[in-house]
């Protein structure tokens, strides 16, 4: 049965899952739809046109569905997704969107969001997600499956981070991270493979063989960026990561590619 603490206010309109426990002082908007078996321990303030999926876990004093921190907003009724079975520890933050960035902010499933993380306005967040403490979001960035997020690392708005990228603690994230990147430093640099991840994902020694080989001419072979981007091009045939890599840098839009240190984009 749904239990929902009598110190608890939950506006009319409400709609609350089957199973779901809505702990001591939680607020929850009239908007707000929340899916079977979650359990909201307590101070949790739940508030615009937020849905959230069905088994998530959330703790005190997470704020979910407030306005985009943004200075164009002007009280349209946008939206925050989430997904099923997350775990959203204390203090996080997550955002709606706004109309022009679509009107939504989506988090995929099964995503782990350590305490005072949090996720801007119209970001994209994939599954399996790991963000630590105090893991940062700007507006309109998207973020694959199996990320993790060090701590205190703050992403750039508008940057893509791509699946099963690993991003070190105290990163200043400003450039498009590659698919399977491994990034470090005050300032983001692309320092090789997220290999442990990649092994992790059942990737074979052979395919971790081609990767590797295709990362080293495509970064760190002579000439300008350019040639070596069009040298590597007939490698997207040897392995579906290598595609999924060369695709990602050419879907390249609003912010420069993260690079290895000391090499240039040209």
């Known amino acids: 049965m749904t239990t929902i603490d009598p110190t608890a206010r939950v506006e009319d309109g409400a ?9 001591p002082y939680c607020v929850i908007g009239r908007d707000v739809v929340i899916g079977a078996n979650c359990k909201l321990i307590g101070h949790v303030h739940v508030m615009g046109y937020t849905a959230i999926g069905a088994g998530c ?40 969107g706004t109309v022009g960035g679509g009107g939504i902010t989506r988090v995929g499933d099964r995503g782990y969001f350590m ?17 630590a403490t105090s893991a940062t979001l700007g507006g309109h960035c998207e973020i694959g499956d199996f990320v993790f997020i060090g701590g205190l690392s703050a992403v750039h708005q508008f940057t893509r981070i791509g699946p099963q990228v690993m991003v ?9 991270v590659i698919p399977f990147g491994l990034v470090n430093g005050q300032y983001a640099a692309l320092e090789g493979l997220n290999i442990i991840g990649m092994k992790r994902r059942k990737f074979t020694r052979e395919r971790l063989t081609k990767v590797r080989s295709f990362y080293q001419k495509l970064f760190d072979g002579p000439g300008v960026f350019s040639e070596r981007l069009a040298a590597v091009q007939p490698m997207a045939s040897e392995d579906q990561a290598i595609a999924e890599i060369l695709q990602f840098i050419e879907a390249g839009k609003h912010r420069p590619l993260c690079l290895p240190s000391g090499r240039d984009a040209d």
């Open 15 to 23: 709609v609350i899952g089957e199973g779901t426990t809505i702990g």
């Open 57 to 96: 876990t959330i703790y005190p004093f997470a704020s979910l569905g407030g306005a985009p921190q943004s200075l164009g907003y002007r009280g349209e009724p946008t939206k925050l997704q989430i997904g099923e079975d997350c775990t959203v520890r204390e203090s996080v933050t997550m955002n709606t």
């Open 115 to 131: 305490n005072c993380s949090h996720v801007g306005h119209d970001c994209q967040v994939g599954n399996d997600v790991i963000f």
């Open 168 to 176: 070190g603690g105290v990163c200043g994230v400003r450039g498009d």
